[in-house]
């Protein structure tokens, strides 16, 4: 088993595809890791996905750290991706620094993702400066959706809104990001942002333009219901599955069925009668 590197996702780029999941847990960084996709991103969409959250930005980064320790004792082969939370990295540069390394350090993690427009990539800047790899996401920026007028495609309405998502991606790289990550931002504007860089990119809701996709694990898999917006392919209704299942167990349970014998530890008769019989 190779451990996938940095360095051979940017090899890919123009070369071939790849594709990178969401793990929140140990269960889900081993399917993933066994699966053949080549990244895992711990991401901040576990507020939604894992603690019921509305948004992002509740999620802390001892919460993030927590998750992420999961996967990085779980998954072997994976690139492992941890995201920086809101207020994690925007107030000062050591800060930033400090949470980054914590991601690494705590929780094995290989690099971290922070979203942000051209006015982050200082800070993008100042925790690759500390050694650790970065990657910049651009377009929807879930952690400041509402600033952005909520979950919607960024970068479509005008000329000089495109310009904008241009120069965040040409910051990222500029501040020395290994990637590119673009969410909700029109496809041939992601395709033409993925030629003008020489780092790879990564899309969600971005079109297949972009060197990389990335998906919600438990969205493509019927576990949740989505964010809003037509990222995600249902590949199985897991969720249904498992829903029928639970339904099963509960009328079994009611009707005397569960648990059978099999499910159960036996016991010498002879031991039952000493029992009843008080001897």
Known sequence: MTKVTIPFIQSLKGQR???MLTAYDAPFARLVDESGVEMILVGDSLGMVMLGHNSTSPVTMDEMVHHAKA???TAKRCLLVGDMPFMSYQADASEAIRNAGRLIKEAGMDCVKLEGTSKQSPIAKAIVDAGIAVIGHIGLTPQTAASLGGINVIGGQNAATAQRIVDDALAMQSAGCWCVL??????DLAAYITKR???PTIGIGAGIGCDGQVLVSHEMFGMFP??????GKHYAEAGELIRNGMKQYHQDVLHGTFPEAANSFPIDAEMIRRLESGE
């Open 71 to 73: 996967v990085g004792r």
């Open 182 to 187: 673009m969410e909700a931002v029109p496809a």
């Open 226 to 231: 989505g964010f809003g917006l037509p990222f």
């Open 17 to 19: 595809k790849f594709a």
């Open 197 to 199: 860089l020489s780092v």
